[in-house]
């Protein structure tokens, strides 16, 4: 993965005003994106990656099977949080699986999620490698029942983020805490 050039773009600055830190996290986020997202996509490899460091991860992969549940049984946390953010509280964002080919789903973040009862919208926060309709900053509506993750971040701790957890632990050591560094968060 290219990651060069990260840590003078995420550093804080005291001095910064409030719309260039909105930026950075909002920047931050769309690494957090670009850098981790999974797809599913039957017969890629697990260490396949596509020209934009998409992470292609089998269907059948049992870590990210189960960390799709969880996010899945855990959403009311998230609707909650997001509904009446705690202090200190910043980067919400949803992973939603769009269909595309026979069977497959690429799963992309989406910022700024709005539910109703069934489903969920939010703007695309990376270019789409195989879903070629959605583009990136597109504001879309898709079924809440396809979402597959959701994530925040309080005080720097990332809250969720359940299937990029999978991924950051599929990392040698140095290079998860070089990872978690450069996005600017932690894990408890």
Known sequence: M???????????????????????????????????????????ADSEKSKDEV??????????????????????????????????TERYAVKVGFPYGKDNREH??????????????????NEPVDVPDLKFGQDVTAPAADISDWMYVENGVLRGGYTMRVLLDKMAPEEKQKMLGELGVRLE
């Open 55 to 88: 992470v292609y991860v089998k269907s059948e992969d049992p870590g990210m099977a189960a960390a799709i549940a969880k996010a899945r049984d855990t959403l009311g946390t998230f609707k909650t949080a997001l509904a009446a953010p705690p202090p200190h």
């Open 108 to 125: 992309i973040w989406m910022r700024e999620p709005k539910f109703t009862e069934a489903t969920v919208s939010g703007k695309i926060m």
């Open 2 to 44: 290219r990651r060069s050039g990260l840590r003078g773009l995420l550093a804080c600055g005291s001095s910064r005003n409030t719309r260039t830190m909105m930026m950075r996290h909002e920047l931050t986020l769309l690494l957090v994106c670009v850098l981790l997202s999974a797809c599913a996509r039957k017969g890629e």
